[in-house]
T-cell receptor
């Protein structure tokens, strides 16, 4: 069984400030971990993924995430927020069973000018 | 390149009417296909997935069904819609059998049952 918990349904930062979105996972097998971004009334877009190897992974739009097995975490960060980063972000874990992904409930990021 | 097309974008249907949502994939063969539903302020709930033509697995008992008549076509259906079927429906595919590449999502269908 696998599950994802995203801490904080809403996060608000000022433009230029650090973005930190938290994700903890549970998986009975080595996980594949993902972050997706969703803009209003659109589908989700893959930001970055961790499968194996380097635990710090970089994605699009300046985002990165670090896989910490001991903490079962996969937090998403960006050094400096832009107004265009305002969106909903989803963490997901995938396993070997037909590649099914389990998603967290999402975190809405608001960026203040 | 790999792309996915999902339609329609919005749909308003009366209670008791039938439903058919369709998505098609281009640029890859034998993808895993998925239907998710997203409720307002909630995450994504997996409804159905398919690893091959005619192979459908249901994740939750409900008023909906899915079919995969062709390798890159996935259809979500209902014979009689309920008010509770309202939501945002997302089709997705993955190229790797174990989900290692993540999903590519369609643009979604906003279904309102009235």
């Amino acid at each position: 069984a696998q599950s994802v918990t995203q801490l904080g349904s809403h996060v608000s930062v000022s433009e230029g400030a650090l973005v930190l979105l938290r994700c903890n996972y549970s998986s009975s097998v080595p996980p594949y971990l993902f972050w997706y971004v969703q803009y209003p009334n659109q589908g989700l877009q893959l930001l970055l993924k961790y499968t194996t190897g380097a635990t710090l992974v970089k994605g699009i739009n300046g985002f990165e995430a670090e896989f910490k097995k001991s903490e079962t975490s996969f937090h998403l960060t960006k050094p400096s927020a832009h107004m265009s980063d305002a969106a909903e972000y989803f963490c997901a874990v995938s396993g070997p069973n037909a590649g099914k992904s389990t998603f967290g409930d999402g975190t809405t990021l608001t960026v203040k000018p | 390149s790999q792309t996915i097309h999902q339609w329609p974008a919005t749909l308003v249907q009366p209670v008791g009417s039938p439903l058919s949502l369709e998505c098609t994939v281009e640029g890859t063969s034998n993808p895993n296909l998925y239907w998710y539903r997203q409720a307002a302020g909630r995450g994504l709930q997996l409804l159905f997935y398919s690893v091959g033509i005619g192979q459908i697995s249901s994740e939750v008992p409900q008023n909906l069904s899915a079919s995969r008549p062709q390798d890159r076509q996935f259809i979500l259906s209902s014979k009689k819609l309920l008010l509770s079927d309202s939501g945002f429906y997302l089709c997705a595919f993955s190229s790797g059998g174990q989900g290692i590449y993540g999903y590519t999502f369609g643009s979604g269908t906003r279904l309102t049952v009235v």
